[in-house]
Nanobody
Framework: EVQLQASGGGLVQAGGSLRLSCATS????????IGWFRQAPGKEREGVSC????????FYVEPVKGRFTISSDSAKNTVYLQMNSLKPEDTGVYYC????????????????????????WGKGTQVTVSS
């Protein structure tokens, strides 16, 4: 059974930090790209940062460059998102997802995420950044 479980969200003041984790199981972790996505109330889901497990290449959307860092641990089948210098506009539900076809730049860009099978989405974790 494919499972992706996001955790680590919470309430933090602007300027603070959080570290999200995406624990995975049930699929060949090293063959997939894993991405973090977020959805703010009333807004469409958007890519945040993605990583290729095969070559560890990464992609960040412009608003989070220099503040967020994505990493992975193959021994734990887990992907992390270190979020520093958080801003109120980073508030939203954060999800992780896996895809076997797309490189990180495609996975995180535009609306590619709508092609990801529901079996490869994890439940979200809420991140709230207060001003």
């Amino acid at each position: 059974e494919v499972q992706l479980q996001a955790s680590g969200g919470g309430l933090v003041q602007a300027g603070g930090s959080l570290r999200l984790s995406c624990a995975t199981s049930g699929f060949a972790f090293d063959d997939y790209a894993i991405g973090w996505f977020r959805q703010a109330p009333g807004k469409e889901r958007e890519g945040v940062s993605c990583i290729s497990r095969s070559d560890e290449s990464t992609f960040y959307v412009e608003p989070v460059k220099g503040r967020f860092t994505i990493s992975s641990d193959s021994a734990k089948n887990t992907v992390y998102l270190q979020m520093n210098s958080l801003k109120p506009e980073d508030t939203g539900v954060y999800y992780c997802a896996a895809d076997i076809l797309a490189p990180p730049s495609t996975l995180c860009s535009g609306r590619y995420y709508i092609t990801i099978s529901r079996y490869y989405w994890g439940k979200g974790t809420q991140v709230t950044v207060s001003s």
